[in-house]
């Protein structure tokens, strides 16, 4: 059973639009939800997260919007580049630091 | 570099044979994580060392095995493989609980 449920698969976005990228959770019990992101040939790397205290996080172009109630959560890309053309994975983790991943978006974004 | 080390970075083995894949965390990072990454199945947990002790398990195979050290490096042993073991394999530690995983740069490993 998928812990973490990602959408979507793929993505294709023109240079200067806005990427986003949308998970899901059913366990209440997860109280960290990061997001990472992952380029050919290497380790994924934390990119941004947030804990379920706050509804949004910000950090340069990316964002992160969180819905408790609806156990949701959204990565957002402002200003798309070229080299933001990778693989991003949504997770969570449980108080027992155990991580649940999405099965991954595969963004490309067009010069 | 994200301070994880893995090696080899590549490995290409028949299938039946075993081989041992390594791990260094970061300094001062006492959980260890081994994720396997194929195609078709993104990351899938197998298992999780904190400071030399097995913390949990996720879909590890019998045939699989890992341990930590005293040093806190950490091996994964695959034995008995097959064709569908061919995937990445990364490990990932961290420091503490509810913070974000390092990752390291994996190991492909190719079973023909």
């Known amino acids: 059973q998928q812990q973490v449920k990602q959408s979507p698969q793929s993505l294709i976005v023109q240079k200067g639009g806005i990427s986003i990228i949308n998970c899901a959770y059913e366990?209440?019990?997860?109280?960290?939800f990061p997001w990472y992101q992952q380029f050919p040939g290497k380790g994924p790397a934390l990119l941004i997260a947030i804990r379920p205290d706050v509804s949004e996080k910000k950090e340069g172009r990316f964002t992160i919007s969180f819905n408790k109630s609806a156990k949701q959560f959204s990565l957002h890309i402002m200003d798309s580049q070229p080299g933001d053309s990778a693989t991003y994975f949504c997770a969570a983790s449980n108080p027992g630091n155990q991580f649940y991943f999405g099965t991954g978006t595969s963004l490309t974004v067009i010069p | 570099d994200s301070g994880v080390t893995q090696t080899p970075k590549h490995l290409i083995t028949a299938t039946g044979q075993r081989v041992t894949l390594r791990c260094s965390p970061r300094s001062g990072d006492l959980s260890v994580y081994w994720y396997q990454q194929s195609l078709d199945q993104g990351l899938q947990f197998l298992i999780q060392?904190?400071?030399?002790?097995?913390?949990a398990k996720g879909n590890i195979l019998e045939r699989f095995s890992a341990q930590q050290f005293p040093d806190l490096h950490s091996e994964l042993n695959l034995s008995s493989l097959e064709l569908g073991d061919s995937a990445l394999y990364f490990c990932?530690?961290?420091?503490?609980?509810?913070?974000?995983?390092?990752f390291g740069s994996g190991t492909r490993l190719t079973v023909v």
């Open positions: 990932a530690s961290t420091r503490q609980a509810n913070y974000g995983y390092t």
């Open positions: 060392y904190y400071n030399g002790e097995e913390r």
């Open positions: 366990n209440t019990a997860f109280d960290y």
